[in-house]
């Protein structure tokens, strides 16, 4: 391992059991990372895994535990305490390389990300189309086609509704070659799938037109609302940090992102993104969007 002599010297205070597992986990998560990142990263390491040893060093063996005169209590309390230093070890290791890899993709060029996101949505299209083909040879007699058919078309429809039209025209031509090499079509040309086109070159425009609008905001009880068209966002601002529930509801149940380089949580601005910010508020006297 090109660093694994400096991991070791970091890892060595910290003691000697399970040294190894631990040094790789560290040195696969340090390649992962851009060099700017690495040394936050691994003194935070550091200090959760120092924290989680201590804890270990308190709790008695099985050995020991079995005479009579052993304080169980106070072991119970050991190992309680170890069971939480181990938590807080993982959550903060899966927090910080989420947000590590939310910082790598925000970073990167527009060309770049546009591409990925063809790639995956590619591959997407293409196992959908595939299992399309055997349904139609009859080697798939046990899945639906409308099913599959949906799926792409819901796909392609999102980036559709976001004015992503080389996306979507890349997606329908991909479809068109499939049709070419198919006795019968993945998708025939009169599905609405073939309008996506338009949809997109109609939702782009619109953005256009927003995009030098000035931005407008909504008051709530503990915040605002920011529709940002110059970033295509709706943007919720907190006065202070909303409690867990409400992180959960924005996150999982609306799909808002946090957005740390501009203290909001956000999404792209859309129809059912209003609806979401409405639904997200409820009972917080959210001023009429």
Partial sequence: ?????????????????????YEKQLHDDLMKMPEEEREQYLSNFKHYYSN???????????????????????????NASYQKRSDEF???????????????????????????EWKRLRNNIGSSAATIHEINTGENRCSSKALFVSSIYNKVSTFASHGEVEIVDKALAYIREWNTREKKPIITERHKFFQLSEVARKAREQQENLA????????FDG?????????KRIQIFFNEKPNQAMINKLN????????????????????????????????LNLKKM
């Fill in 223 to 231: 915040g605002k609302v920011v529709l940002n068209y110059e970033k």
């Fill in 52 to 78: 989680m040893l201590s804890a270990s060093s308190r709790c008695a063996s099985t050995f020991v535990t079995g005479a009579a005169n052993f304080n169980h209590r106070r072991n119970e309390k050991a």
């Fill in 90 to 116: 993982s959550e903060w290791r899966e927090r910080a390389l989420k947000a590590i890899a939310k910082r790598i993709e925000a970073d990167k060029p527009e060309d770049q990300k546009r591409e990925e």
């Fill in 252 to 283: 999982h149940d609306y799909s808002f992102s946090w957005a740390p380089t501009c203290g909001a949580w956000q999404r792209i601005m859309t129809p059912n993104a209003k609806y979401a910010t409405k639904k997200a508020l409820e009972g």
């Fill in 212 to 219: 030098n609008a000035e931005n407008k905001e909504y008051s």
């Fill in 1 to 21: 391992m090109a660093c694994s002599g400096s991991i070791r010297t970091s890892l060595v205070v910290l003691g000697e059991d399970s040294i190894t597992s």
